[in-house]
């Protein structure tokens, strides 16, 4: 009997994603003999919109780039501006810095876990991580007034100081949530359910990782030890002590070992920012009105690891208040293109919102 | 990279990022002697910038070395109006839909990428969004129409100028007690 190939649309909404996004597909009965990623249903025109804005306008955006993980696209717009504008920033804001970026990575993390667990059913790990996620939320809210977008991460510093009794609410939620991680094991990692799915499955090979720019989770999931804080450190990461967790399957089920692994390295830089956090100093450089802030003729480029993985910005400034080009470049376009097309062919239909969601796609930041 | 400085006019902008200028026929060989003699690898990002006062675009190649850990930003200028730089997907197989975004949002081309279709944007036939010239306020006002809003909207400017008066002569009742 001839079988027959169907065409068929997975998404733009679904649970492989955080966002819309989506993949049309070539069947033949249930295997994916060719898929095709489709974008723009979310493009807000955002690195458009920045060109007419003076550097301060600016900022408020670029939280909005990718939702579940604002953080460092803050910490990238400060970095850029602050190279290309020549100002330092204080060893506490810096410290502040960091620890926001790992409770945003904590909360990424949780939020990650939800995904992926819904994409093979196990709806309960979702709403127990998300209920974990919103105590860091209140964290965030307690510190910059906001619960997802903060607008914190400021060129020059941060941009308030950190409420009475912060750190020590921030410690008691790091005891709470490393019991919650053993309990994660058992509910999630070591379920045999999940490990069913994931083990074998969306294999990525080592030497096409390095190649082809994959990042985050999908290089380290491959046994290859990068991570931009490591390899080429920013604020203050290169006087704190974490490991860069790998596995070496390659598979779904590495990568989220991976993360797993990564949640406890986050704990760690976290308390190593609570004991060490400086009770004197400035928070924020003194900076010129926002109309008299010019940028110079020149360009750069910073990057930061996200929770995905590098998360990186080019920035060019043309001597006036405004930015003449800014291009973020996250993990998902090379993910969600390069990646996930070839990755799908020769996969189960029933695999694909797994696949996607274990490469931390974000379609928001595809199309800027 | 102090061998490759001598081959080539880098300059180092921080200590792990390093830029260099070629013109456009001598792009494509550069990045292939870099790709293939000097292990840098990996794509990371293609730029594009529109210098429309200068009449050109300046494409950027952001290569990652992993084993010394730097970038390297080959830069270009290429001309705004009909131009075709050749692809570097055989370089870079991840350079497909890089140059694919590019080729849709400033209407550069790339000569040997044939996969040149519709990237974010359905069936467009305006003039590529990022260029310079594109006037986002214009083409809204052209092809959408605006609401008015609720019912009860507040006029913010008005709000503004209503409780600042309001501090005012609180204010001033307090001088005058």
Redesign the interface.
């Known amino acids: 009997m001839e079988r027959k190939t169907i065409t068929i649309f997975h998404g733009p909404q679904h649970p492989g994603i955080t966002g819309n996004m989506s993949v049309e597909l070539e069947l033949t009965g249930e295997t994916i003999t060719k898929a095709r990623t489709h974008v723009g249903y979310l493009h807000r025109g955002f690195e458009k919109l920045i060109e007419r804005r003076t550097v301060i306008q600016a900022f408020t955006i670029v939280c909005r780039i990718c939702v579940p993980e604002p953080d460092p696209n803050e910490a990238n717009f400060a970095l850029a501006v602050e190279q290309l504008a020549g100002i330092e920033v204080s060893e506490k804001a810096t410290y502040i810095r960091v620890m926001v970026l790992e409770m945003a990575r904590l909360a990424a993390q949780l939020l990650w876990m939800a995904g992926q667990s819904g994409s093979v059913g196990l709806g309960t790990v979702g709403q127990w991580s998300i209920y974990d996620r919103d105590l860091i939320l209140d964290l965030f809210e307690a510190l910059t007034g906001g619960r997802v977008y903060h607008m914190y991460i400021y060129p020059g510093g941060v941009r308030r100081e950190l409420p009475e009794g912060f750190l020590e609410r921030l410690g008691a939620l790091l005891d709470y949530l490393q019991k919650r991680l053993v309990e994660y094991d058992r509910l999630f990692f070591d379920n045999a359910s999940f490990q069913k799915r994931a083990i074998g499955v969306g294999v990525v090979k080592s030497e096409e990782a390095l190649h082809l720019g994959y990042v985050g989770q999908v290089l380290r999931g491959c046994g290859l030890k990068r991570d931009v804080r490591r390899d080429n450190p920013y604020f203050n990461y290169a006087a704190l002590e974490f490991d860069i967790p790998t596995q070496s399957g390659g598979d779904v089920f590495a990568r989220a070992l991976v993360r797993r692994a990564e949640m406890r390295e986050s704990i760690k830089i976290l308390r190593q920012v609570i004991a060490q956090m400086p009770t004197e100093g400035a928070i924020m450089q003194k900076l010129p009105k926002h109309r008299k802030f010019t940028l110079p003729k020149e360009d750069t480029y910073v990057a930061v690891e996200s929770a995905r993985g590098e998360f990186g910005y080019y920035m060019a400034g043309d001597g006036s208040e405004m930015i003449r080009r800014m291009q973020v470049k996250g993990p998902s376009l090379i993910h969600g293109f390069t990646l996930l097309e070839s990755l799908l062919v020769g996969e189960e239909l029933s695999n694909v919102a797994l696949i996607m969601n274990s490469l931390g796609i974000c379609p928001p930041e595809i199309e800027r | 990279m102090q061998n490759l400085m001598q081959h080539f006019e880098i300059i180092q ?2 200590p ?2 390093y ?1 260099l200028h070629v013109s456009i026929e001598t792009l494509f060989n550069t990045l292939h002697h870099l790709r293939y003699q000097s292990d840098f ?5 293609l ?5 429309i006062e200068e009449e050109r675009f ?1 494409l ?1 190649y ?1 290569l ?1 070395n ?1 084993e010394r ?1 730097c ?1 390297l ?1 080959v830069k270009c200028f290429i001309g705004r109006d009909d131009v075709t730089v050749a692809s570097v997907v055989t370089l ?3 350079a ?3 140059e694919r ?1 590019l080729h849709e949002m400033f209407g550069v081309g790339f000569e040997g990428n044939d996969t040149l279709y ?5 069936d467009w036939q305006d003039l590529p ?2 260029r ?1 010239e ?1 006037d ?1 306020l214009a083409y809204v006002q052209s092809h959408y129409d605006f609401r008015d809003g609720r019912d009860d909207n507040l006029d913010v400017k008005e709000q503004i100028k209503i409780r600042k008066a309001a501090a005012k002569s609180a204010k001033e009742a307090q001088g005058g007690a």
């Open positions: 902008k921080t792990t990022l830029a690898i990996t794509l990371s990002q730029t594009c910038t529109d210098w300046e950027g952001m990652t992993l850990n970038n930003m870079f197989p991840q497909e839909v890089m975004e519709d990237f974010a944007l359905e969004p990022m310079r594109f986002t």
